[in-house]
């Protein structure tokens, strides 16, 4: 998305995934795959590795900057279109209900207006992300026709893995909606483990730029301790280049989310 930059600035807080395994349905979810997916594009082109530190240095400068000069806040809200691309054996399993469950606690979450904010530490309370960038289901196709926002393809992959094949038809998955005016959201069953991962700014092809979770994450959904939604804010945080907290240089203890 070209409106990375202005958006990311507003955004200070990443929301954590637990780090203990969890079982249901003989399915143990654990993990985001961000950091391993964003390694493995690295790691098969050193010309993008070196593009992308570029631009994250060059990035992070700019935050830095304006949150010291605090015109890092967005003054009005700023809405986002976003399809949700369900590929599963049977996309119809999930409802309508299930995915505008699953926008409004993305918006709440971003607008600080999740009601679990209230058990945060108070030590971390004044540091608590509040911004006005919101999410609506998108209303037209590339194409210019009417839509809900909500994209149900079959698939006869039982399940995907980092490697993106469920953003491209000729892998089982659905090629992306134009990732510089929609905000692509693949909803579908995760291999190894995964409850979800997404793509950084500018960290391949404009085509993968979106954010994958498993549809057990959804709101209401089996995934013992993760069926609130809360999985597609943490991944969203990604999307707009925040890392995790911890975690992420190699147990130096000093990482930061930008």
Known sequence: MNCH?????????????????????????????????????????SILRERFEQKKIEFNK????RSYNNTAKLNAAVYIPVVF?????NPNTITDAQIHAQLDTLNKDFFGANGDSSVIPLYFKPLFGKSNIQFCL?????????????????????????NDGVKHNFSGGVDSW????????????????????????????PAEQGVVIDYRTLPGSSALNFGEGKTLTHETGHYFNLYHIWGDDNGACTGTDY
């Not at 590339?142 to 039982?158: L, M, S, Y």
């Open 138 to 162: 998108a209303q037209r196709t590339p194409d210019g026709e009417a839509t809900n926002g909500i994209d149900r393809v079959f698939t006869a992959q039982p399940s995907f893995d980092i």
């Open 178 to 205: 134009n990732t510089d005016k929609y905000y692509n959201v693949w909803v579908c069953s995760l291999a190894s483990n995964l409850l979800g991962y997404a793509s950084f700014p500018d960290d391949g092809s």
């Open 5 to 45: 930059l202005l958006l990311i600035a507003a955004l200070f807080s990443a929301f954590c995934l637990s780090a203990s395994a969890q079982q249901n349905d003989s399915i143990a979810f654990d993990k985001c795959g961000t950091m391993q997916h964003l390694k493995q594009k690295l790691d098969q082109n």
């Open 62 to 65: 700019i935050v830095s900057t």
């Open 85 to 89: 691309h369900i590929v599963l054996d």
